[in-house]
């Protein structure tokens, strides 16, 4: 760089061939180049850049075709300047933008523009060659050239090892210079300096300021990128058109397209907008493009209508109950995608349900599908426990949750910290796991989940009629969406009805008695309980505080239904509920941890927990349960059987779902 300098202090003008230009490095030489006037021989700067990168085995076989011609054929020309001016274009996208780059790239458009730097691409075949020509108004030596590997870029000019010598003799420089005219003047050589001068002023370095809406629009453009290369490459089975609509439609290009990508979506429509039938379509396409067979596992309630959908549209593969996962699918041969139906079942990864399905995607590596209109409860690990079943924890995701990171910098903490403490990389799904802010888990979730609500629906897929009725169209037919209007039904209730007792106020006010503490430990915590706890018992402490309401009214609400269902369901909860009141009572006594980990408002949901729970321990506890009496109170021989009953089910929850903090 040194060298190159001193000569250009007085020289009237340059001529380069090289094989990189790096347009931001351009201010190692720009001050120099603005001096020179050039002549009416040559401007004050030429650079002939020829092979700007490593050739693809394509680009190597459109040099041998060009090399036997003696011009470019119109379409082949446009392609290579096109390919030409992208590799400048990746280069200006590259890295961080900063003032310096910025003076920098706009310097070179001046020059560009104003004449005083051309730049041309020399096509013919591959040209390594890095020369550099000093035109000066010396009568000693009035062409100086420089031969060797720097390129022109700044490591290539200062700060790489490159070795370059000068040439002085005049007969030498002179033959330089005819070479590099040669192949200046070459038909196949393109000039690009306009092009060069349209990418920089279409860039962040542009002189003009960008308005804000451009830059709303661009961003929007690269978060749909997946969405617009899954419309293009997926193609709709004939047995689905004019079956689904176009919001659907969207989705299973997507969910294909991502399934390629990661081996795994989880497909989170909210209830009622067709994930079945989507995950059905999707399973079609992977069947016809690769012969993909199906499995679909399923709560058991859900068994009959997913057979209906794999007889309804030849799907090749099976279905099999939830309950029986633990005993039946290690038995099954391999299908190679998974479709998973109510995945929120599945937020404990050390149920024995749960083992068994990342056994089998383990030693089959399928596609997985996950079906869920709640994949997230209470706990940001309800998502990280689904993403496992086809994620690796430890693998590198790309992205990183970039909130948590600013607390981390914030208490002067690096990332090789980070790696150190957590045995895990920063950008990894157990990173993740450490942020409880929900603006890194939206972004992690946005390369994994596919989510639309009706109002998405509503604002982004229907149309209007003229009577201002909102509508999705199929085949050419209007599809109505009925408006949501909630109202009253009132009637007359006899109480010598027994069922209408369960609506009277006596019922509803016995169950709004109920203290449940064991849902609202945050009400029993010692005074300045917070001022002594680390921080992460600050989250649990917080977290008992804020849920305490709504888990006491869920409970409530859950034994109202219980009761509606029959008296014989209701004893059955109440006796689960005081057998898990044992069980919190013995952990007490006994000093040990209370099971108030995972055992959050999911725990209450009768459709989870209620309606296939014969392998729960709760539910195993009660083979032996004597017959609850009607008393208020319970005898002794009762409590004793409860107590042994609960230690032993201490055990079974420290082993089976692992329910502590």
Known sequence: MDGLRNFLA????????????????????????????????????????????????????????????????????????????????????????????????????????????????????????????????????PLVGFVGSSNLTLAGLSQQGELNVDVLDQDAAQKLLAWFDERWNDPTTIDVTKDLVEVIENSWAREERVPPYLVYLKMAYHLCEEARRGEQDVKMPKSFEGVLLDFQKAAVSLAVHMLYQRRGVLLGDVVGLGKTLMATAIARILQEDADVKTLVVCPPNLVYMWKGYFDRYEIEGGVLSLGKVDTELPRLSRHRLLIIDESHNLRNREGKRYRALCEYIDLNDPYVILLTATPYNKHFADLANQLRLFVDEDADLKIRPERFFQDWVAKGKRDADFIATYRALPTSLRAFEQSPYPEDWRDLMRRFMIRRTRKFIMDHYARIDKENRRYLELDGKPHYIPERQPKSVRFQTCYPNLYSRLFSDEVVEEIEKLRLPRYGLGNYLLENASNEANDQEK?????????????????????????????????????????????????????LELPIGPQDAALLDTAIRDTDTETSPEAQAEANEPPLEATQDLSSSQKQDYAERAKSLYEQYRTYEKRFH
């Open 10 to 141: 007085n020289a009237r003008a340059c001529s380069f061939c090289v094989g990189y230009l790096n347009l931001r490095g351009w201010d190692q030489i720009a001050d120099v180049i603005e001096r020179l006037k050039g002549d009416d021989k040559s401007p004050a700067c030429r650079i002939l850049v020829g092979m700007h990168r490593a050739p693809e085995e394509e680009m190597k076989l459109l040099y041998q075709a060009i090399s036997q011609l003696s011009t470019l054929d119109g379409p082949t020309r446009a392609m290579l300047l096109k390919r030409f001016v992208e590799s400048f274009k990746r280069q200006i996208e590259f890295g961080v933008p900063s003032d310096h780059a910025e003076d920098a790239l706009r310097r070179l458009a001046k020059q560009l523009k104003e004449g005083k730097v051309i730049v041309k691409a020399f096509l013919r075949y591959p040209l390594h060659a890095k020369l550099y020509l000093v035109h000066r108004d010396d009568r000693a030596a």
């Open 539 to 591: 989250r649990l402490l917080d977290n008992l505080t804020r849920a305490g309401r709504r888990l006491i009214g869920f409970s409530r609400t859950n034994l109202f239904k219980r009761l509606e269902s029959s008296g014989y369901t209701f004893l059955i909860s109440v006796k689960r509920h005081i057998l898990r009141n044992w069980v919190a009572l013995y952990a007490l006594e006994n000093g």
